[in-house]
């Protein structure tokens, strides 16, 4: 009566840094979920051949050794879902990083175990539906208030429909606890707070919209001249110390989406720890809130495996798509997304599989796709209008814009934002360039604008022409000089240089300028634009270009941006007036002139 000298099930056979291969797993799914090892190591099956599978593992293997156990799970890597999602700060596979910190004294341990939400927690559920009512997934059948900011809504999940039989009284609950049982022609269905769903796939919706409202952040290039709409999609493609970081923040903390998901994978060693420094301290501005309480941390620090960097980015989308589905606008910014394709491509290159351009895996492309398209505006299943936008940094080796990541980005994305090393070295901040960048979003966005300013795309279209025109006529000034330039094109040198100082660089940590109201922006705009239309025709009346730059107001344009805040707008009126003024009085001078002359 010997033992079987085999060990009973599947088994680990081979290591090779995150992907580990095991025997035995006949019964096992793509994508299945595993546990690997004693320490129950959290892995994905990602490849089945024969009675073989691959595993992604999101932990850290070195221990590992073959022979050690496996034990299937039968579901796909999932997120949990409910109240105590915001303020969290999670790992690519949703583990709380703060909570594990608490409990282990250091970052994650191996097999460490850590719920994804406080199930202990009472929440303070109020029903919005009574007994009897009929629903369907995706309905709102309560609500908690889960931060100062967010009003979090109980969805009923998917697949599930039918009559509500029983409903808890308004109270506190914890995520387990049933709030109420549906009827369904299944059987009955019990509802929580808490749901799971799978990351590798969106969560339904009812219809698609065309993108028709711009995000709001208070950036003047982007708002202004590259404008995101509400459930657009992104990029930041830019060298090291370009912007991409800052710019994001910048998103993060402005714009007017309800939610802000931030994943974060760590270009430098450190910049994840400084992430995870400064986000807690940062404030809401709308609110003076903690921004926390409004915002979903992912964290990858560099030091954690290559694995749960690559999913982390699904994971955020999940979170993101989830509090859409309440009815939200939610924003996704993911840093830098060059790096997680780096997890990819070392991925691949562990699967031994055939590396495409620069050894990124041929998947790359449709990867990345998965990713941007999962953003949208969108009729929620319970009949809301909401958004996930998407915006992603892209660091290209040596800021060089031909490489794939940023290639493949631009296919899944409407809106380019070009940050340039020759304008971070010269610290005009944000580094966007002009001329390279640009939003498919603008004419989406133009009706919203106009309703607050009727001559919105006039005046975006006049700034943007004339900054190609100056381009050009800088050219001609490198061969030849300034000097043999006709005023009426010196004219034109001078307004660009008031656009891109006085308009365009915005600097993050400027008091009054850091953020810049729509209206703000365009009164901004139309005062410069005001000083070139009567700068033109003054000259084309023979007025020389110096008697205009020397009007006494043009500092004050140059540095109205940070003279007057968003509350100060009379103020920038009362300049705009008296431009005009010195402009009617310059005129009225030289036809004086003119007249004594002739
Ligand atoms: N909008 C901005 N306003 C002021 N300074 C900026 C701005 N954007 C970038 N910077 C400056 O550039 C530096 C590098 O930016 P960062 O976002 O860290 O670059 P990246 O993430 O591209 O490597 C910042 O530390 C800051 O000094
Ligand atoms: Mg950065």
Redesign the pocket.
């Known amino acids: 009566m010997n033992a079987s000298p085999k060990a009973a099930g599947p088994t680990v056979v081979r290591i090779s840094g995150p992907i580990v291969t095991a025997a035995g797993m006949r019964s096992a799914a793509m994508y299945e979920v595993v546990h690997v090892g004693a320490a129950g190591l959290v892995g994905e099956v990602v490849r089945i051949v024969g009675d073989r599978a691959t595993i992604q593992v999101y932990e850290d293997t070195t221990m590992l050794k073959p022979g050690a156990p496996v034990r299937c799970t039968g579901a796909p890597l999932s997120v949990w879902l409910g109240p105590g999602l915001i303020g969290n700060i999670y790992d690519g596979i949703q583990r709380p990083l703060p909570g594990i910190q608490k409990r282990s004294g250091a970052w994650i341990q191996r097999g460490e175990k850590v719920d994804p939400l406080d199930l202990t927690k009472r929440w303070t559920f109020a029903p919005v539906m009574r007994c009897g009512d009929t629903v369907r997934a995706g309905q709102v059948f309560g609500e908690v208030q889960e931060t100062e900011l967010v009003r979090h809504r109980v969805l009923i999940p998917s697949q599930v429909a039918g009559k509500v039989k029983s409903v808890a009284a308004p109270g506190d609950y914890t995520l387990r606890d049933t709030l109420a049982v549906i009827e369904t022609p299944g059987g009955d269905r019990e509802i929580t707070m808490l749901q799971r769903w799978p990351v590798r796939e969106s969560r339904p919706i009812r219809e698609r919209w065309r993108v028709s409202l711009p995000l709001i952040t208070g950036?003047r290039v982007i708002d202004t001249f590259f404008p995101m709409g509400k459930g657009g999609a992104g990029a930041?493609p830019?060298?090291?110390?370009?912007?991409?970081?800052?710019?994001?923040?910048?998103l993060a903390k402005w714009s007017d989406a309800e939610i802000i998901v931030f994943i974060g994978c760590g270009?430098?060693g450190n910049?994840m720890t400084s992430v995870l420094r400064e986000f807690p301290e940062l404030k809401d501005p709308r609110s003076g809130r903690p921004l926390m309480e409004r915002t979903i941390l992912i964290a990858n620090t560099s030091n954690m495996p290559v694995a749960a960097r690559e999913v982390s980015i699904y994971t955020g989308i999940t979170l993101a798509e989830y509090y859409r589905d309440q009815g939200l606008n939610v924003a996704v910014f993911a840093?830098?997304t060059s790096r997680w394709a780096e997890a990819l491509r070392e991925l691949a290159a562990r699967l031994e599989e055939m590396p495409a351009e620069e050894g990124f895996p041929a998947t790359l492309a449709t990867r990345l796709a998965q990713f941007y398209e999962r953003g949208g505006a969108v009729t929620t299943l319970a009949g809301q209008p909401a958004s996930v936008t998407i915006v992603g940094?892209v660091?290209p080796p040596g800021g060089d814009f031909s490489e794939p990541v940023t290639q493949h980005t631009r296919r899944f994305i409407r809106c380019f934002w070009a940050?340039d090393t020759e304008l971070?070295n010269a610290?005009h901040?944000?580094?966007i360039h002009w001329l390279q960048s640009y939003s498919e979003y603008a004419e989406n966005v133009a009706a919203w604008w106009e309703k607050q300013a009727p001559d919105w795309s006039e005046l975006r279209t006049e700034a943007l022409t004339l900054l190609q025109r100056e381009e050009r006529l800088q050219q001609v000034v490198r061969l030849v000089g300034p000097d043999v330039l006709p005023d009426s094109q010196r004219l034109i040198l001078f307004i660009a240089e008031i656009l891109k100082d006085g308009f365009l660089a915005?600097?993050?940590?400027?008091e009054k300028d850091?953020f810049c109201a729509p209206e703000r922006q365009v009164a901004l705009l139309r005062l410069i634009l005001t000083l070139y239309r009567r700068g033109r025709d003054l000259v084309e009346a023979g007025v020389p270009l110096g008697r205009v730059r020397e009007l006494p107001c043009v500092p004050a344009v140059l540095h109205a941006k940070e003279t007057f805040g968003n509350d100060e707008l009379p103020l920038l009126a009362e300049l705009d007036q008296r431009l005009r003024d010195e402009l009617d009085a310059l005129a009225k001078q030289s036809a004086r002139e003119g007249r004594q002359d002739g």
Not at 238 to 250: D, W
């Open positions: 950036q930041i830019g060298g090291f110390g370009t912007g991409k970081t800052i710019t994001q923040h910048q270009e430098r910049e840093d830098s940094a660091s940050l971070a610290r901040y944000p580094a915005q600097s993050a940590f400027h850091t």
